[in-house]
């Protein structure tokens, strides 16, 4: 089992590398072509998707799906539209292929330039919605990567059926067939066969639940993109316009709670506590948001429960938010790189040298000022698709586009110049 | 004793984070001051930095150090004058940390910057010349973060005499304390153990043999730079000019042999075996490099002696090069990418197509044309001093300088923009 396990691994990268090869040289062309007709496929594939998908659906009791889990697993005809919808902007976004980043000649005369290139080989691991599939595959062919894509099993005849569109499209356009493959069994220990995979695989990419990530990042025996918890902190400052405090606090935690860039965690000024806690108590009151506060919290809004340490240090993705009161810029910083994930802040103040503090001490991804946290996102940040936002410091920091999937090269052209 | 280990790096390792808090906000000028001071006071303590260093020299022979290896240790008034000119070179590159690498403003008026920052924490482990020790504290340093070098044991006293001159000027000059530490003993466990705390240090860099590196990439649970062999080769085209081709060949192999970016092998398009092996393999016979060929290259070069796979798949680091004919640009490419180890190629030919088709094929972090594989180097590409040549495609590829060594962060500045 195992025997067959390595050998099913090392054959699926073998030609992934080979497909790797030949893609980091496809024109842009050739790849926006490809994501465009793969488009219109899945549009006329919509009722073959949906049978397929079906099987899935019959099978979800069976491996005890929660409503929710169902639901995110089920192609509708919007669905379908949505993910033909993204392919055609991937064919929209440049090109990271190729692209100079830098460059210059240097008094020998030899003339330098770094490029873009592609990584080389991605393996892709995700869980249950089947969308995911397809704008994997975009992003990162049209970066010049082969894509390995090992989805959940609860998805797996809806993944092959869309991947199997996709790489129909890419053998008459001229690309490698195996550009885009599905791993044929979800079989767990054939992951760790691929994690073990470090010649042939460039980079890991998983998209789940912490303990997907953190097995992953365990295992991998190459880079891996890690997508850790948002805890994610507003500070009002004792500067802050209050309504603005309010309006941005709130939009952070509640407009959309389970996403990993929605607020955990208030932070309030000491000067400022007694007249901006009463009102925002009232506020989240009134739509619903558990408050856990600090003791001097609970004194100002009655409502609120007492939060402990732990609250702190907890994504909750839900209407519950934690609330202290701090010191002063400097302690909403030391809290927010104790307890925070290095994902998302966002500080309230009108006062210039505040918030220049407050952007140079936390030490996260992306920092806010006078603005909801819930901005943190490639789309919103003018950046295009995503295949992530990156909580780890190293290669990308924050959300992760198709320039994230490439390295780099040096091409130095002389016309004979050795070293003296 | 494990556990006084474990005590002793975590202990260091969070005398580092905090200075590494303070770190990534200290202004240029403070640092490049603090540079120029520590290399005016190296040169002042040139005799206690002998007389420590003497301690080493004298305790080498226990250590059984080839003479070659007592040479590297030695610190010359030369090499101390060296250390100190390299300290006032990194201070006058400029200061990646806050450099604005991207941004926009978006429809809804919110300003977005991407910036460098420091990363943080960055363990440096090296082997025994002690001029490195000051060259990766500047660069740790300038670059914002805080650095623990382990050195080898043989150098553990010179270790620490250059690093108290840095610390005591760090002092000074109002930069943390612990900006720079020595790690105090060389027990190979305790290694281990900073290897494990992810937690706290956000890189290792291992600079040494390829069985370090392997055991670093294997144990850390942090980010490694890494930093493997260069098997590079020249590629001599059927459109080359023969002169040239045997004057970057011979550069790139036997200007100094004994470094990464030195060729180990020779590829010879089969167009112009006939002409330019026979040339090339006096002009080596002439300057004392032993040739190993292919049986093609054994007819046409009868000093050559017949080369094994082993031999295309090895970095000799000596007056050793193997040579192999092989069916134009598309035969060479697929020996590069199968024997080579990605870290510098070079073409030479007078083909722009030819050489095009070399640069895109090549996996490579640098790729030179009609150049020689010794300019794959930070300072002959213009970038300053570097901390190692990566051969990894993640974060940073090639030569490494101040600016891999820092992370990114956004800086999103709105007046009260919430999600809709």
Known sequence: MSDTNQKLA???ATKAKTASRRLSS?????????????????????????????????????YGLSEAAVDRLRLTPERIEGMAVGLEEVAALPDPVGQVIGGRVRPNGLAITKIREPLGVIFFIYESRPNVTADAAALCVKSGNAVILRGGKEALHSNRAISAVLGGAAVEFGLP????????????????????????????????????????????????????DGICHVYVDGDADVAMAIEIASNSKAQRPGVCNAAETLLVDTKIAAEFLPKAGEHFDGIGVELRGCPRTLELVPTAKP????????????????????????????????????????IVTRDIGTSQRFVAGCDSAAVMVNASTRFNDG?????????????????????????????????VRGDGQVRG
Chains 1, 2 share one sequence.
């Open 379 to 411: 789309h919103e940040f003018g950046l295009g698709a995503e295949i992530g936002i990156s909580t780890d410091k190293f290669h990308a920091r924050g959300p992760c586009g198709l320039e994230e999937l490439t390295t780099t090269k040096y091409v």
């Open 10 to 12: 090392r054959d699926i």
């Open 177 to 228: 067939a195996e550009a885009v493959q599905v791993v044929p069994s979800t079989d767990r220990e054939l992951v760790g066969e691929f994690l073990g995979l470090g010649d042939l695989i460039d980079l890991t990419i998983p998209r789940g639940g912490k303990s997907l990530i953190e097995r992953v990042a365990t295992e991998a025996r190459m880079p891996v993109l890690k997508h850790y």
């Open 307 to 346: 939060a402990t340490d732990e609250d702190y240090a907890t994504e909750h993705l839900a209407l519950i938010l934690s609330v202290k009161v701090v010191d002063g810029v400097e302690a909403a910083v030391e809290h927010v790189n104790r307890f925070g994930s290095g994902h998302t802040e966002s």
């Open 26 to 62: 496809v024109r842009s062309g050739v790849k926006d072509d490809w994501l465009r007709a793969s488009a219109d496929r899945l549009r006329a594939a919509a009722e073959t998707l949906a049978a397929e998908n079906e099987k899935d659906l019959a099978a979800a009791p069976g």
